[in-house]
């Protein structure tokens, strides 16, 4: 049975980082279970995960690293890996990863990591994985569904492994969610470390639609975007979510529970839109996070967005593409109103192709 070493930083990273570049695997904790790994840079060192009776994957570094393996990945898989960061989750895609970094790997560890024409990636997560990743070594690794601390995984890995890094209990204790990509929709194939529920949530893409008070311009394109979406897609507005789309408004000085403005709401009924059941929301960092497209009516919206977005969201835009302000009925006619809707609903026709692509 292999030795095991207890998790410190440094040292156990450097002392794994040897082991892999001279050809040895490793048991590592994550997120789910024990994980026995290789460097993808040994074909022998691939060759003996096949000890371990699951399918390997390619380990992530980070998520700009989903593009140099699987570079024609799109869609809900790609949201997925944005949204959830490292976590409980293997992908299994075509994605054209024979013209990715698949092609540089030697000629013995490239027809192992195919299953099915497919290739599976992992972006695992633990303190030590954050190590590795330092070292930009292309790793590879295989589950031990059954090992949930380093006694378990020194069992079920045997001599196969030259050390077990013992980095405490695994956080669930359960094997990763398994999702395949199919085009631009991703399915869930295996229940896992991550819920049916959530996983559903994170592979929407959302639309978020931002304004001042959330009462008049962005409710008016959340609800005409929801309707030429779901008139597109072939769907009642409220089954948006079963074609992966979510709709969504807030204002950056919303009051909460707010009923959009009554003129707003008899526009959009005479566009064939529902405001009824609007309710005022106020923006926050959680709905600018989740968000894979964010418009804002004005360039004020728009700057203001710049200056607060975190990193890592979707770059906020203007919804007109001309780069021209969505103008503000409230107080105005009811022709105001039908004048901001009509230049609301040009800007997503214009914008509603690209949507539908993502």
């Not at 997925?80 to 895609?93: C, D, I, M, N, T």
Request: hydrophobic share 45%; net charge negative.
């Amino acid at each position: 049975m292999s030795a095991i070493i207890s998790w410190q930083p440094n040292e156990s990273s450097d002392q794994v980082l040897r082991h892999l570049a001279n050809g040895d695997c490793v048991a590592l904790p994550t997120e789910s279970t024990y994980e026995v790994v290789a460097s993808a840079l040994h074909p022998a060192a691939v060759a003996r995960l096949r000890c371990v009776d699951a399918a390997p994957a390619i380990v992530l570094n980070d998520y700009a690293a989903l593009v140099d393996w699987l570079p024609l990945l799109r869609g809900a898989a790609a949201r997925l890996f944005r949204k959830l960061g490292p976590g409980p989750v293997v992908l299994s895609a075509d994605a054209g990863f024979r013209s990715g970094l698949w092609a540089r790997l030697p000629d013995g560890v490239r027809a192992p990591l195919v299953q099915e024409g497919r290739l599976a990636v992992r972006w695992p997560a633990h303190p030590i994985w954050d190590k590795l990743r330092q070292a930009n070594l292309p790793l590879v690794s295989v589950p031990l569904h059954i090992a949930k601390i380093a006694a378990e995984a020194a069992q079920c890995a045997g001599d196969a492994v030259a050390c077990i890094v013992d980095g405490g209990p695994s956080e669930f204790g359960i094997p990763a969610t398994v999702v395949r990509a199919e085009g631009r929709q991703c399915r869930l194939t295996r229940e896992g470390g991550l819920p049916r529920e959530l996983f559903e949530r994170l592979v929407l893409c959302r639309v978020l639609f931002i304004c001042t008070g959330n009462t008049c311009r962005s409710p008016l394109a959340q609800a005409l975007c929801t309707k030429l979406l779901a008139d597109r897609l072939g769907c009642a507005p409220r089954d948006l979510s079963q074609h992966d789309f979510l709709v969504q408004s807030a204002g950056l000085a919303a009051m909460m529970g707010g009923d959009a403005s009554p003129a707003a709401v008899d526009v959009a009924k005479e566009l064939g839109a529902d405001l009824s059941e609007h309710k005022s929301t106020m923006a926050t960092m959680e709905l600018l996070r989740w968000a894979d497209y964010v418009f804002s009516m004005t360039s004020s919206h728009w700057y203001t967005l710049l200056s607060v977005a975190p990193a890592g969201v979707a770059e906020p835009r203007m919804l007109s593409p001309q780069f021209q302000d969505i103008s503000d009925p409230i107080g105005g006619e009811l022709a105001d109103y039908r004048t901001c809707a009509q230049q609301i609903l040009e800007c997503l026709e214009q914008r509603l192709p690209e949507l539908l692509e993502s």
